[in-house]
């Protein structure tokens, strides 16, 4: 039996309703205190979780939310597993993260970090979200703006995955964090003792005694903008900072390029290193909704 062949209007209709009625990168305007005039985007699935997780994901330099958005394949996880995605935005420093002033690097205190965590509070409370399950992921500038994240506000986030980045305050003092500005010495690979990065994020909210957020570091070894040294550092610090230590490397995962670096037992910190991998690091997905918990 033959069926007549759908229209080019009906089809373009059904289109239509699939654009308007399913999930899509939305705006949000008014979500609270916005010191820096940062922009936040949000995705929220068509089926959300009971009390759903968040997670915020952090845009290169010289990207945007919707760049991010389209960069990796988390919309599609949070489909299936009913996570909420913020996405914020900077249109400051060339698209780049506020990772290097006293606000960003001080709990409470503003910067482009207070901006974001108003953003969190903001979908808590509409979606009547997990906040026990609040995660921060970012690539490159977004990378480092994880780090400060998990430094500057680990009373919000549980865990964090930084994709060749810096240590937490490693920018600290500078007067801009972009690839043109004229201090590289951060990206370079500037070096401190483990107690010393440990101190930069204890410092960041003197007094805090509460959980601290778990961290992974992915890094290429043949990163030439951000060197690899930068994650070495920032695996000191969170090690320090985590009190854990180096326990095992594995070769293999996720690819035949990484080598994976377990601190204790892996539930706190975890590196990645890839031989001929570049900048930036690609997402893992799966490894880093496992190690949220997001996945099993």
Request: proline residues 6%; hydrophobic residues 40%; charged residues 10%.
């Amino acid at each position: 039996m033959l069926f007549p062949r759908p229209s080019l209007l009906a089809l373009s209709l059904s289109a239509l309703a699939a654009r308007v009625f399913g999930a899509s990168l939305v705006q949000v305007k008014g979500f609270g205190g916005n010191p820096t005039k940062i922009n936040m985007y949000i995705y929220v699935p068509d089926k959300v979780a009971t009390k759903p997780a968040i997670v915020v994901a952090l845009h290169p330099c010289g990207g945007s939310a919707p760049s991010w958005y389209s960069g990796t394949k988390l919309p599609s996880y949070a489909d299936s597993h009913g996570f909420i995605l913020i996405y914020p935005g900077t249109p400051n420093m060339n698209n780049c993260w506020d990772v290097q002033s006293a606000g960003s690097l001080t709990h409470g205190q503003g910067g482009d970090a207070l901006g974001i965590v108003n953003m969190v509070n903001y979908t808590l409370a509409k979606y009547s979200g997990d906040s026990s399950q609040v995660f921060v992921m970012g690539g490159s500038s977004g990378a480092m703006m994880t780090n400060v994240m998990a430094g500057s506000y680990p009373d919000i986030f549980n865990a964090g995955a930084a994709f060749s980045g810096v240590a937490h305050a490693c920018f600290a003092g500078a007067a801009s964090a972009t690839p043109a500005s004229p201090n590289q010495t951060c990206a370079q690979g500037l070096q401190h003792t483990a107690a010393e990065w440990g101190n930069f994020v204890r410092n960041s909210y003197p007094g805090y005694t509460g959980r601290r957020t778990r961290m992974m570091i992915f890094h290429g070894l043949a990163d030439t903008l951000v060197r690899p040294q930068c994650a070495i550092e920032a695996l000191k610090q969170w090690a320090n900072v985590l009190d854990v230590t180096l326990t095992k490397n594995v070769i293999g995962v996720p690819s035949s390029a990484y080598t994976q670096e377990i601190y204790g037992d892996g539930t706190k910190l975890q590196g990645f290193f890839g031989t001929g991998v570049g900048h930036i690091a690609p997402v893992n997905e799966v490894l880093l909704l496992k190690f949220f918990g997001i996945m099993t």
